[in-house]
């Protein structure tokens, strides 16, 4: 065992486990969880064929799976009705906590499933992409897509405990891993410019999986992330929505593209931030030399950084209407993450969403 990460909720705590190989011990870290109930695993198509044999193997082949398809589009009414449809199949009851083991969209479903199954069971959460580990897994937000947008319905439902395996993501493409690291980098930019500044060392041994610096990598995302969720559980506060840095403008891009393939959620993320950053610059909050050091980082290690490189020609204008459909809007106004300088995002309730537009067919095409 590598550590353990408590997130302390009260009634609601749990432990994130991390360690190299825990998927082949889950006989150990996750059967005494489940209280003698025979574990019920949840996943998607390809994590069935590279991860799900290990997890299986470790419980003696007595677990029961059930497996999605692959991709954002099983975040929906369809799939969370044939899920809950075969949970009850299987006879879930009340007291069992059912296992995810994916990625984001696993995660988001299953709790969502989990959080009205009998009006709540428990859910076991095992995440498979570096995306996952170091964010959806921790924190309780899960949601399903709609037609009026991504992520409109859903709860705050906690998971029992999080078991995280690095290992697990030797067998995840280099696309997603990257997508994955703009969610490690935002850790370093929310409130930490040492853990920013190591990651510009470091951020090609976490990309290329070296044990260290990918399990340092983990361990500090998922401590800063479980100090926020503790301190501001459902965001009523300013505090949890500091971890939705570069959302704004990643969530436009991210609408342009049809929330698709072209533009990965991680992807959408880091050109969110290196905008939320130039954008700090442009109204004079941040130095325009830390908003280039962000953006030079990104770009570094290949994730996009503009609009352009989203593969979006969108107006400004078009782009923040898009923005103008987010669930944070409140009283007709939208707060946006920006920042003080490396590790000083702050929530600024005043910008003028006629600038932004400005801004963005200044900069972004
Ligand atoms: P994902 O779950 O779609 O996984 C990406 C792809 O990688 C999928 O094709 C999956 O099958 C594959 N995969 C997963 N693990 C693998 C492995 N180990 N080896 C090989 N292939 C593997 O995408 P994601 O990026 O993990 O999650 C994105 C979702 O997470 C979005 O829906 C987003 O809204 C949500 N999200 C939720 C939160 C939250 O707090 N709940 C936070 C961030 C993102
Ligand atoms: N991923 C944002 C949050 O958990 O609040």
Not at 27 to 42: E, K, M, N, S, Y
Not at 250 to 268: I, P, Q, R, Y
Not at 294 to 320: F, I
Not at 332 to 358: E, F, T
Request: hydrophobic letters at 45%; a negative charge.
């Amino acid at each position: 065992m590598k550590a353990t990460v408590n997130v302390g909720l009260g009634v609601r705590s749990y432990d994130i486990l991390i360690g190299n190989g825990l998927l082949d011990r889950a006989d150990h870290c996750i059967a005494p969880v489940l209280a003698g109930r025979p574990p019920i695993i949840i996943t998607d198509e390809t994590v069935a064929k590279t991860q799900l044999p290990r997890l299986q193997s470790a419980f003696g082949n007595e677990a029961r799976t059930i497996i999605l398809p692959a991709g954002e589009g099983t975040k929906s009414w369809l799939q969370l009705e044939r899920l809950i449809d075969a949970l009850l199949d299987l006879g879930v009851e009340r007291k069992d906590k059912i296992i995810a083991l994916g990625g984001g969209v696993i995660g988001d479903l299953v709790g969502f499933a989990a959080s009205i199954l009998k009006r709540g069971c428990g859910f076991i959460q095992v995440p498979t992409t570096l995306l996952a580990q170091v964010d959806s897994s921790v924190g309780g937000k899960t949601a399903i897509n709609v037609r009026a947008g991504k992520n409109l319905v859903g709860s705050f439902h906690q998971p029992a405990l999080v078991v995280i395996d690095p290992t697990v993501l030797e067998t995840l493409p280099d696309r997603q891993m990257r997508a994955g690291y703009a969610e490690v980098v935002k850790y370093g930019l929310i409130n930490d410019a040492d853990f920013f500044a190591w990651c510009e060392t470091h951020a090609a041994k976490i990309l290329a999986r070296e044990p260290h610096a990918l399990v340092k990598a983990i361990e500090h995302s998922v401590r800063a992330k479980a100090k926020i969720v503790a301190a501001d559980e459902r965001e009523t506060e300013d505090h949890r929505a500091l971890l939705n840095l570069g959302h704004t403008f990643g969530h436009a891009l991210e609408a342009e593209t049809g929330f698709s393939d072209v533009l990965l959620h991680g992807e959408g993320v880091a050109a969110g931030m290196a905008l939320a950053h130039a954008y700090s610059a442009r109204i004079g909050h941040l130095t325009a030399e830390d908003a280039q050091r962000v953006t030079n980082h990104l770009a570094s290690v290949g994730l996009p950084v503009s609009a352009q490189d989203a593969h979006v020609q969108a107006s400004g204008q078009r782009l923040v209407e898009h923005m103008l459909h987010d669930k944070k809007m409140s009283g007709g106004k939208l707060p946006y993450i920006l920042s003080k300088g490396i590790g000083r995002a702050y929530v600024d309730h005043n910008v003028m969403i006629d600038d932004v537009a400005a801004f963005l067919d200044g900069i972004a095409r």
